[in-house]
């Protein structure tokens, strides 16, 4: 990340997060999978997403994390109402929007905004820059004070844009002013959640950090709740007030940054720390812990039983197989730390005695590559 991009001092929810603007209960997305001939019929599904839990409250950012495929693109589709839930419940600010139709959902589109992962596939080439921030005004039927011309000229400003720019087209842009016309365009209509889907994962390294600075300053500016979807820890700690860890589509912890990247509890999160590279000072190159995983994340299509990490986890047990763990708070946790795991790690990130290594052929290869060394004779 740039250097422009620092950590700030540690926060939790505002207060006006105590209000909660999202609530998603027992979230569901199965799609369908056909076969057969000459008739083709169901022969089952992949489960993107399946049964969860997650709040949002009023002016908070909350990350969701995890590896790809494991169901957090789908997630926010749904809340937005971009794709229908196969079962659950999405409440928005007390209205139940999980099946509503079109125009039950009219009112609520409009607060609820979405900023896509590509700024190249999801602006049409064939419209200027203030055709495209302007469309969500007209669609709406909204007329701001000033008109929409000058309303769209603001937001570009907003976001870091030249006015001038208005009659541009996508083209003419590179990745990240793309990215923050996209911004912009969610902006128009005010909402009061945005669902930001890996808002920088197709970015240069360079740019990265002025999106996430100028996403920040919207949140914090305009009061607006995100949904803040990522794979990169350091940008999601960063910006996000609270963070929700997802493995093969189920939610496994949940709880405000400090305690996520600080005192995780459940396996997978350990493993998922353990990964992000750090730049050592000093000596403290050894005090973290370092867990290597085996093999890929399940297909989603059949999922293990129980808990469905337990097929990469260190600490499984019958028990794994056999009961799926709930979603609870741990003896020691603070409030709103919740954990999905029968047996959980210590609430600590400190370097084991010998590092968790599932592979036993990376652990063969790292053991006969370190008797070659030590038995090659020193050079003079």
Known sequence: MSDNLTLPAQQGPT????????EVQGLTKHFPIYGGFPIKRKVGAVQAVDGVDLTVGVG????????????????GRLITRLLEPTAGKINYMGQDITHASR??????????????????SSLNPRQTVGSIIKSPMEVNGIEPEGGQEKKVRELLELVGLNPEHYNRFPH???????QRIGVARALALNPKLIVAD???SALDVSIQAQVVNLLQKVQ?????????IAHDLAIVRHFSQRVAVMYLGKVVEVGDRDSIYNRPRHPYTHALLSAVPEVAVDDEAGDKERIRLYGDVPSPISPPSGCRFRTRCWKAQDKCASEEPPLLQLSGN?????TACHFPEDPTTEA????VVLDPALKALEKDTADDTESKPAKD
């Open 15 to 22: 207060d006006a997060s105590t209000e909660t603007l999202l």
């Open 60 to 75: 908070e950012s909350v990350g969701l994390v995890g590896e790809s495929g494991c169901g957090k693109s789908t997630t």
């Open 103 to 120: 125009r039950q959902l009219a009112p609520v589109r409009s607060e609820i905004q979405m900023i896509f992962q590509d700024p190249y």
């Open 172 to 178: 003419e842009f590179s990745g990240g002013q793309r």
């Open 198 to 200: 890996e808002p920088v």
């Open 220 to 228: 914090q500016e305009l009061g607006i709740a995100f949904l803040f």
């Open 334 to 338: 603070r409030d709103g730390h919740l």
């Open 352 to 355: 084991r005695a010998e590092d």
